[in-house]
């Protein structure tokens, strides 16, 4: 059997740097990551595969830095955690081990939908093959459905549309696709920028079966309406893996998530959990949070394989930031929504900016953008940020991010020193958070 200090199990967003965190943190110990596939995709590259990448292959995590880093990569599956006698027993050879880290992922959702198990039907697994089969599918494919208008959904019809599929439908059960995560503002914007790619939108629309001879032909909506359907897709979400922390009788949260605590540290002292396998709660009010996104795993993988000899960081829980991008058309999205907001009972200013992203506004790449934070009230903190515009939009909204983790004021935001250049950002005059900050300074008043 092979002895080992630290084992992390998983290869991906979380399993990769807890391993290289634990190398950077305790430089004398033994570092293995097992993980059950050969080749593993860069998660968030998926829906890219079927449209600007072009092939599973070339969506790949290199492996050189797990050998940069000293640790040794087993590619198996781990079959049962012997948490008493620290060992795990593996499709390849069984190993024991003195700290461990679970860093399983998940799986997708599948909703009770009739006809789910037909051929044409595909949940989103992050598996190069599966995905080489969807691919296939794909080929002679005039009708695509996509089930789950998330960023996931908007993403895949978006790449899906541009591999040449005549007909790309995206059916969401909310009021509107992206819902969850933008005000409606925003979320309208986005759903007319995919109308004009060509896509289909169909919201606040229920599917109630898949319907088909063996291969689905239809999806059925709610109240009779079908839509022709070659490949369903299902954008609908993500479950935490936790088999192996069930057998081992692990504590578990009531969503079947790998229970850990602010360290990441299981109900075990000597197992950690990070990633989409570990319990999530709110940064605002420290309830359980769905959330699932690549970011979060890694730095809950940076808290876990710092502590795993000694607690030296905590988590402050998920502040939920991530971006998405349609054509040239970004999104960013940090903390609460207004929406959100309200509905928990705070008590929030909120101020919108339109502004342009260079200047002058004839400057090359000009375009508009638009910037809407909210702060809460009473504190003048800021709680939450939306932005839309081009590319600089994903770095905009982590310097927002940054803001609410450090819980600045609207006065804060007035005061920042932005470095600001014609061909690269808004003008310094009216640079788009500070200007929205001063607005919802003048409405606390
Ligand atoms: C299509 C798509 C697009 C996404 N886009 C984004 C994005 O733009 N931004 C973002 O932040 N997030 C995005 N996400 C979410 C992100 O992919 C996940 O949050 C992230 O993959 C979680 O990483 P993880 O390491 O926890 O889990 P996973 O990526 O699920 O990896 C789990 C690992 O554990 C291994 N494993 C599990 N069980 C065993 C076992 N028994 N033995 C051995 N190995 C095992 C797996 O093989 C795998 O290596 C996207 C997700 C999808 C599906």
Redesign the pocket.
């Known amino acids: 059997m092979k002895k080992v200090d630290i084992v992390i199990?998983?290869?991906?967003?979380?399993?990769i740097p807890a391993a290289i965190t634990a190398r950077r943190h305790y430089q004398d110990k033994t570092i293995c990551l097992?993980?059950?596939?050969e080749r593993?995709l860069i998660?968030?590259g998926?829906?890219y595969i079927f449209g600007t990448v072009g092939s599973p292959d070339k969506n790949l995590i290199p492996d050189g830095v797990l050998e940069k880093n000293d640790i040794e990569l087993l590619v198996a599956?781990?079959l049962s955690l012997d948490k008493e006698n620290k060992i795990l027993k593996t499709s390849g050879e069984d190993v024991q081990y003195d700290r461990l880290v679970l860093?399983?992922?998940?799986e997708p959702v599948a909703p009770p939908i009739p006809g789910l198990d037909m051929d044409g039907v595909f949940p989103?697994v992050?598996d190069v093959n599966y995905l080489s089969s969807i691919q296939e599918s794909l080929k002679d494919a005039k009708d695509v459905v996509i089930i789950g208008g998330g960023f996931?959904g908007i993403e895949f019809a978006d790449e899906i549309k541009k591999s040449g599929v005549q007909n790309v439908t995206i059916v969401e059960i909310a009021p509107h696709c992206l819902s969850l995560a933008y005000d409606d503002e925003f979320c309208i914007e986005m759903e007319n920028h995919l109308i004009s790619r060509g896509i289909n939108i169909m919201s606040g629309a229920k599917v109630v079966s898949i319907a088909g001879e063996g291969t689905v032909d239809t999806v059925v909506l709610e109240g009779g309406k079908s839509i022709p359907a070659d490949v369903v897709i299902l954008g609908i979400g993500a479950k935490a893996?936790s088999d192996?922390a069930r057998q081992a009788e692990l504590e578990l949260s009531a969503d079947g998530a790998v229970a850990v605590d602010r360290n990441m540290k299981t109900s075990d002292d000597s197992i950690f959990a990070c990633?989409?396998?570990a319990t999530k709660v709110s940064f605002f009010n420290g309830r359980p949070s769905a959330l699932?996104?690549?970011?979060i795993?890694t730095f809950e993988a940076r808290i876990a394989g710092a502590n795993l000899f000694g607690i030296k960081r905590e988590s402050v829980g998920t502040v939920g930031v991530?971006s998405t991008a349609v054509g040239d058309l970004a999104m960013g999205t940090a903390g609460l929504t207004e929406a959100m907001a309200r509905q928990a009972g705070y008590d929030i200013v909120a101020s919108t900016v339109d502004s342009s992203n260079r200047h002058p506004g004839g400057m090359p790449g000009a375009r508009g953008t638009k910037t809407k934070l909210l702060f809460e009230r009473s504190s003048g903190v800021i709680i939450g940020g939306q932005v839309m515009g081009d590319v600089a939009v994903g770095e905009v909204i982590n310097t927002l991010s940054a803001c609410i983790q450090k819980k600045m004021t609207a006065e804060d935001l007035v005061m920042f020193q932005t470095g600001t250049h014609p061909a690269l950002t808004a003008s310094p005059i009216v640079y788009p958070m500070v200007n929205a900050a001063e607005l919802a300074i003048a409405q606390m008043k």
């Open positions: 199990v998983g290869g991906s967003a979380a399993g097992i993980r059950k596939e593993v998660p968030c998926i829906p599956e781990v860093a399983c992922g998940s989103v992050k996931i893996n192996l990633g989409d396998c699932k996104l690549a970011s795993a991530w």
